[in-house]
């Protein structure tokens, strides 16, 4: 059974930095498709960014160029590094594996 587990919410002020994390058990993050995904209160869940296992990623244009997603084979984990962060970046944070499993999420929240 996978097991996703995030980690590394909180909050910032604008312009500043969060890593995320997401521990995953049950299956390898480097032979699936991870994902973070995020949540704002009243919008629909969107992509954030993507790494497949070959290791190409993809970005939401609202974050290219501040966030980067990497992942770590020997922890089993990926990460979200967040930079230049603004208050529309607030949102529940998601990581995914193959769109078919799920952590429980993390909080972001960024003020002014």
């Known amino acids: 059974q996978v097991r996703l587990v995030e980690s590394g919410g909180g909050l910032v002020q604008a312009g500043g930095s969060l890593r995320l994390s997401c521990a995953a058990s049950?299956?390898?993050?480097?032979?699936?498709?991870m994902g973070w995904y995020r949540q704002a209160p009243g919008k629909q869940r969107e992509l954030v960014a993507i790494?497949?296992?070959?290791?190409?990623?993809n970005y939401a244009d609202s974050v290219k160029g501040r966030f980067t997603i990497s992942r770590d084979a020997a922890k089993n984990t990926i990460y979200l590094q967040m930079n230049s962060l603004k208050p529309e970046d607030t949102a529940v944070y998601y990581c995914?594996?193959?769109?078919?499993?799920w952590g429980q999420g993390t909080q972001v929240t960024v003020s002014e």
């Open positions: 049950g299956s390898s993050v480097s032979s699936n498709t």
């Open positions: 995914s594996l193959g769109l078919s499993s």
């Open positions: 790494i497949t296992r070959y290791g190409g990623t």
